[in-house]
């Protein structure tokens, strides 16, 4: 796995990351490094961001959940939309709600995607203060309004706005630290 500053990764390192910043709700994505795109024989476009959406250990199985944005051209491997190893394991296919669609997400092993991709860029958002809409569906047509009016208030005149936008993380350039049995 190439890291950036200079930090280096074993591959169980690598997975106990991935299930840390999975806890923590961060926005991952993964690459292959390319000058430029490229389609490999393996479904796979190299010199192209996926998205992690999910990193599940299925008893023996590593599994990790990769969407391309694009919504096509999916990994083409064991465990890809289709592949037999869905009907010999049904119980990591009820566990990790495996669907056979071609709509950019598939599902891989660790080992696998560990072989293949050699980047990986994760954005550790705060989870602790979202903004949405809510829509306070109890209140009937006027939840919207109802919704929208709560959120500026509190936005503007309670003074959540800028802190919570900005505040919420100090920034910081270091990776979580990987201790324990359990990532603590």
Not at 82 to 108: I, P
Not at 116 to 132: G, M, P, T, V, W
Not at 143 to 169: D, H, P, Q, R
């Amino acid at each position: 796995m190439k890291v950036r500053r200079g930090e280096s990764y074993d591959d169980e390192k690598v997975w106990k990351l991935l299930e840390i910043y999975m806890k923590r709700q961060a926005l991952m994505s993964c690459a292959v490094s390319n000058d430029g795109e490229a389609k490999r024989s393996d479904g796979i476009v190299a010199g192209h961001a996926y998205s992690i959406l999910h990193a599940e250990k299925v008893g023996n199985y590593r599994m990790l959940q990769l969407r391309n944005p694009w919504g096509s051209f999916e990994w083409k491997g064991a465990w890809s939309d289709g592949d037999t190893k869905w009907k010999q394991h049904k119980d990591v296919a009820r566990k990790l709600k495996y669907e056979d669609r071609d709509d950019g997400c598939f599902w891989m092993e660790f080992d696998d995607w560990d072989k293949i991709f050699d980047s990986i860029d994760i954005c550790d958002r705060s989870a602790n203060h979202d903004l949405a809409l809510n829509v306070n569906e109890e209140e009937g047509n006027c939840g919207v309004v109802t919704g929208w009016w709560y959120g500026c208030c509190s936005f503007w005149c309670l003074c959540n706005g800028c802190w919570t936008l900005y505040c919420t993380n100090k920034t910081s350039d270091e990776t979580a630290a990987v201790g324990g049995c359990c990532g603590c």
